[in-house]
């Protein structure tokens, strides 16, 4: 794996919203495919928000991301995160009040689970997990239906199945608070994406691939935070951006055609659980609703409308240019 570099990087107070996306521009050279941070810690028994594979993740980036920030981004206490992925940016700044955004459901409950002040109870969401790991259940469910033998194996898909829906009703029974469910939720998506029958995305399956690995959940331990504050969305970028004031906007938008909801469109489908029907040979649903324009060739619009209706002292873009690289 090389080493990605920071070509170009600055981040100082500017006039415009405009200067202050070209002056913080963080160009980073292209990486291999397989160069994506793909974090997979198989040791930690408990969970901490770096312990996931993700396409774009900046996980290996943070400190230098940090660096450069605390250089240039004085006096900022509003750190705006919009297109949060896995969240370990924002984690890196644990002294601001921090506001994520995501398109895709199943990172925005991650996001609920590592960064809300909500209060939880740690014991409560210890023990379910303990009981989920001992769980075996035999009665089909829509994941058995649905997705036997291609990503994970008929009992892990029973399982999986199982356990979504036992947080729903729970959750709904009220039981499970906001918090508590993203955490379950949370540690459910990790331990599924750890054993998944794929090349670290949901495009398609190994055949033949091994499916026998068993599904275990670990108890999350959200990253230090300050008290209190810290706001997590689920939407377009460029709809949250006109109601969004902050000191530092870090944005990582896609970078190439990929779409994040085809990419992660089974964890996506766990994360909803409304059960849709879903189709072709990675049984994806539809995805219609959470397709992102930065990964069309309407990017550069969606692009100049954001960086327009941006409201922030600073912007810190870290961007991959694909241009003479295909899609
Ligand atoms: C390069 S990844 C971000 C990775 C993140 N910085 C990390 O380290 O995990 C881009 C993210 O933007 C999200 N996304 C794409 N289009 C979006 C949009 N229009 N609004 C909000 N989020 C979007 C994708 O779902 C994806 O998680």
């Not at 994941?143 to 356990?163: E, H, L, P, V, W």
């Not at 219609?288 to 409308?305: P, R, V, W």
Request: glycine share 4%.
């Amino acid at each position: 794996m090389r080493l990605v570099k920071l070509s170009v990087l600055f981040a100082k107070p500017c006039a415009s919203v405009l200067e202050a996306a070209l002056m913080a521009f963080i160009a980073l050279h292209p990486m291999p495919g397989k160069a994506m941070n793909l974090m997979r810690d198989h040791e930690d028994k408990e969970l901490r928000i770096q312990n996931r594979r993700y396409l774009g993740s900046k996980a290996k980036l943070v400190t230098e991301i940090r660096t450069i920030v605390k250089r240039y981004c004085k006096g900022a206490t509003v750190f705006a995160d919009v297109f949060a992925g896995t969240g370990v940016v924002a984690a890196a700044f644990p002294e601001m009040r921090l506001i994520t955004n995501d398109i895709l459901f199943s990172n925005y409950i991650c996001h609920q689970a590592w960064f809300l002040p909500d209060i939880y109870s740690h014991q409560k969401v210890e023990q379910l997990i303990r009981i989920y790991n001992a769980a075996c259940p035999s009665q089909d469910n829509y994941m058995s239906i649905n997705f036997a033998d291609t990503f994970f194996s008929a009992a892990n898909c029973r399982k999986i199945g199982y356990i979504r829906e036992d947080i729903e009703q729970r959750f709904k029974s009220g039981e499970l608070n906001r918090r508590e469910r993203a955490m379950l939720v949370t540690s459910l998506l990790y331990a599924m994406d750890k054993i998944a029958n794929t090349v670290g995305h949901y495009d398609a399956y190994r055949r033949g691939g091994c499916l026998d690995t068993a599904l275990v959940m670990r108890t999350p331990v959200p990253p230090e935070c300050r008290d209190g504050g810290n706001e997590c969305f689920n939407e377009d970028a460029n709809a949250l951006i006109r109601r969004l004031k902050c000191d530092i906007l870090f944005l990582d938008p896609p970078y190439n055609s990929r779409q994040y909801s085809d990419a992660y469109h089974l964890l996506e489908n766990v994360a909803r659980w409304e059960k849709p029907p879903v189709e072709g040979v990675a049984r994806k649903m539809d995805r219609k609703n959470i397709k992102s324009d930065y990964c069309t060739l309407g990017a550069e619009a969606a692009f100049a409308d954001l960086i327009e209706n941006a409201s922030a002292k600073y912007i810190v873009l870290t961007y991959n240019n694909m241009a003479s690289k295909g899609n």
